[in-house]
């Protein structure tokens, strides 16, 4: 079974600050995508970032960055110099690569408040 | 940049109604989803549909939601006899072919029911 878990309910930071978002995934499958979406206030899901189980590579974006870990199943988010429109939930999602439905498995989120 | 799109943005019914979601995905994408999320919790996945047909469904999914492609371009979730606990925020998702795709959402609708 497929399970990610995002032990940070909420954080709370002031503008300006670096704020790391955890997320750790569990799978028996050897190929599987990873992502990261955002839900503002206003509710959409807003994609950020895919990862597959062979590129372990960190990813930067701007001020966002992206740091997979196979040894330690984490696929963690950093955003540098934390923003006001930065707060929203932010979730960490899995599923596998093959062909087939893929369907998603999402954390239960993390609550980012940027405080001014 | 292409979108999916879903109608109503909000539905507010009593217990007992029938209610149709609507979703456009995008036009050249062959998978799509329905995921739910009651407030403040996790999004969860509800079904996929291929080929006019489910590939996946879920536990929620039970015998009174069904899901159908009637045209070419919509994609409709309908709920036949709506309980307290079926409120949530309900998405539609879709992605193309490739194993490689990312599943895009639409905005959702918001479902209250009284």
């Known amino acids: 079974a497929q399970k990610v878990t995002q032990a940070q309910t909420e954080i709370s930071v002031v503008e300006k600050e670096d704020v790391t978002l955890d997320c750790v995934y569990e799978?028996?499958?050897?190929?599987?995508?990873l992502f990261w979406y955002k839900q503002p206030p206003s509710g959409e899901l807003v994609f950020l970032i895919r990862r597959n189980s062979f590129d372990e590579q960190n990813e930067i974006s701007g001020r966002y960055s992206w740091n997979f870990q196979k040894s330690t199943s984490s696929f963690n988010f950093t955003i540098t110099a934390s923003q006001v429109v930065d707060s929203a939930v932010y979730f960490c999602a899995l599923s596998y690569l093959l062909q087939g439905a893929q369907k998603l498995v999402f954390g239960q989120g993390t609550r980012l408040t940027i405080n001014p | 940049e292409p979108e999916v799109t879903q109608t109503p943005s909000h539905q507010v019914t009593q217990m007992g109604q029938e209610v149709i979601l609507r979703c456009v995905p995008i036009s050249n994408h062959l998978y799509f989803y329905w995921y739910r999320q009651i407030l403040g919790q996790k999004v969860e996945f509800l079904v996929s549909f291929y080929n006019n047909e489910i590939s996946e469904k879920s536990e929620i999914f039970d015998d009174q939601f069904s899901v159908e492609r009637p045209d070419g371009s919509n994609f409709t979730l309908k709920i036949r006899s709506t309980k307290l606990e079926d409120s949530a925020m309900y998405f539609c998702?879709?992605?193309?072919?490739?194993?490689?795709?990312?599943?895009?959402f639409g905005p959702g609708t918001r479902l209250l029911v009284l």
């Open positions: 799978t028996r499958d050897t190929t599987y995508y």
């Open positions: 998702a879709s992605r193309g072919a490739s194993g490689k795709e990312t599943q895009y």
